[in-house]
């Protein structure tokens, strides 16, 4: 199910092959089929580009000249899908390379670490002189989902899913090269997750999308829930704003969503239910604990609890979003976030077009005067 999904993700559009925002998210970086583009994301505007050979991962590093380039032609030979280029874009050089026997499936980079993952391994290194730190082996990571945090030292933190069942996450200290915590976020397969600038807090999202989950780091407290939907859907983007206050969600449904994190207990655990089933599951009754000597006829709770598929709750004690916006125009693949003020959203679709949204007074509206530079 979770290789269906990212299947048809990379499937709908041939040109552009993949996209990410840097640390500070005011730039976009965007690899085609010729080469790659950066963008500012304050204006849009195309700030650097390379059209020499098709690029299948970029990945940057803050604002700096340094990418970490990945091709996706087997036959090219300097940018191959096996081998990892360091590159100035300054100077369109490469600084370095490091080639595998296995296709890299995913790059991550903050300013002390260097994250690629192959086949059934993920390999760290020391980002000032590509000295491999340390291999961790995992299984089904040909899909590439994990994150690293952009706080190089006190919250370097990895963190990483490989189960294509479930959904595990596996937490890695990446500065003190030790494994720090694994716990269940998801039933389902984590599709998309994000950690906040600070590296001490998590958002995930399973493949069917209903819940969106936040939790500390490293611990893996669950600290917030957030109810996009009640119907699966495959999301899109999930980040962090640069500020940490707020959480921009984008679908397959068309739909932004704008979750905001309470401001008075933003680092403080809400009293929650450990389960962790999503909407609509069905539940095993025997895992339905009997309060002491609670009569189940005389609560209404218990009733509603019983007869429900789903955790009563989480889901009553979940939070909707604070904005949403929904147009068929958004329903491509796209990737969205807020700029450092939080009044506005960027969103950049597959299709190579850019949209920007107004967020004010807890609402969500597109800016139809904003033309990309």
Known sequence: MIEDIIIKMESLDGNVLYYSLNQDQDCLAVGTS?????????????VSSYDEAPVGIIEMLYSTNLLALVGSDMSNVH?????????????????????????????????????????????????????????????????????????NTENCFLVYTDSITKGIVKVYDAWNMRQSTTFEAHQSPILKMSMNYEGNKLVTTSCKGTMVRVFSLPKGDKLYTFKRGTSNCMVYSLNFSRQGNHIILSSENGTIHCFSLPKKDRDEL?????????DFEESDPSLIKDEVKECKVCSIGSWIQTLLPINYDELMSSKKSRAKLTSHDYEFPNICCMDREEKHITMFMKRK????????????????????E
């Open 270 to 278: 809400e009293d929650e239910d450990d389960s962790m089933q999503e």
């Open 353 to 372: 077009d850019f949209k920007r949204f107004d967020f004010r007074e807890g609402k969500i509206e597109e800016d139809n005067e904003f033309e990309p």
């Open 79 to 151: 940018l191959s899908p096996k081998r990892l280029t360091i590159w100035n874009s300054n100077s369109s050089a490469a600084i370095c390379e490091i080639s595998f026997a296995y296709k890299i499936t995913a790059v991550k980079i903050n300013k002390s670490r260097l994250i690629i993952c192959v086949k059934d391994k993920i390999h760290i290194y020391d980002l000032r002189d590509t000295r491999i730190l340390e291999s961790l082996f995992v299984k089904n990571n040909q899909l590439g989902r994990l994150v690293l945090s952009p706080n």
């Open 34 to 46: 010729q080469g790659y583009r950066i963008y500012n994301l304050q204006s849009c505007k195309l």
